[in-house]
């Protein structure tokens, strides 16, 4: 087995993540021939086959399952590599690839990146924006270097390091303003819009109303705190937003918001990464920006 190469892996694990081709090879930056060019070259070095080819999408082989193991293990190990050497300069430099989830990103990020920026010209900020289980997925994997999310995960594997606090308001339409704010479980007999499946907020947002496992009596859903916000404007509901969201999202709505009485409902925000990372001291001169940022 000759001429394996760390392009060659990459370009595999792209694939097997995508399972299509086409996205693969964007997600490369190359072409899609070049890309199936070196997957069939991977696949000759190793002498088996790793993917099966469809109409619409690849999958892995069997071979090519305990392969994707084995490869990304590699990628990681040759990224640690990497991170030692930025971790034996005296500042931050190089790439750094920060996950954050759709709640906090809009309203949080350019704070962070301009003074990161500013604090550490040198640095090479990549950033990746989705869901938590996903970010979680990703940094495991040694995709990203680290994730601002909302804590806790619990995962044994991570540093979880609290930042701040922020409470959840209430946004109802402009007509309702100083009507009498409603406890968690009045919300129930509203029409409550929350954010949909897989977002932690929902979750934390139905925690505080007492609907873990009943839903109330009418749940809209929408993809974005900025959907919720013009459907709450436009009279269709109510909903609860992050403090920090406030002056971006209700500036061109007609909408009133309101406070709940104590305790609040609210949520923590932290940084979290791999306690194997060698990066740790960095991470956390990271953390201390973010903190600055809020």
Not at 128 to 141: C, G, N, Y
Not at 170 to 189: N, T
Request: glycine share 6%; proline share 6%.
């Amino acid at each position: 087995m000759n001429h394996l190469t760390l392009k060659q892996l990459r370009y595999f694990e792209a694939l097997a993540r995508h399972g299509h081709f086409g996205r693969a090879a964007d997600s490369c930056a190359i072409s899609q021939p070049a890309l199936s060019m070196q997957i069939k070259e991977l696949e000759e070095a190793l002498g088996a086959v790793l993917f099966e080819r469809g109409a619409r999408q690849v999958r892995l082989t069997n071979f090519g399952e305990v392969a994707a193991g084995r490869i990304r293990n590699i990628l990681r190990s040759v990224d640690e590599l990497g991170d030692l050497a930025r971790a034996s300069q005296d500042r931050l430099g190089g790439r750094l690839r920060i996950g954050v989830i759709p709640t906090i990103a809009p309203y949080l990020l350019p704070r962070v990146i301009a003074n990161l920026a500013r604090m550490y010209p040198e640095l090479d900020i990549h950033v990746r924006e989705t869901l938590t289980p996903t970010l979680i997925q990703e940094l495991a994997e040694g995709r990203i270097d680290t994730a601002i999310v909302a804590l806790p995960v619990s995962e044994p594997s991570f540093t979880e390091v609290p930042l701040f606090s922020e409470n959840f308001v209430l946004v109802r339409p402009g007509a309702d303003e100083g009507s009498p704010v409603p406890s968690g479980e009045a919300l129930r007999e509203m029409r409550l819009l929350l954010l949909e499946e897989g977002h932690c907020f929902r979750d934390q947002a139905l925690s505080f109303c007492n609907m873990q496992t009943a839903l109330p009596r009418e749940v809209l859903d929408g993809s974005s705190l900025s959907t919720l916000v013009q459907m709450v404007s436009a009279g269709i509901g109510v909903t609860l937003v992050p403090e920090m969201a406030l002056g971006v999202e209700t500036r061109s709505a007609s909408v009133s918001v309101a406070r709940f009485e104590d305790p609040q409902p609210s949520r923590t925000i932290g940084m979290i990464w791999r306690k194997t990372s060698p990066m740790a001291k960095q991470l956390s001169a990271v953390s201390d920006v973010v903190l600055q940022s809020a």
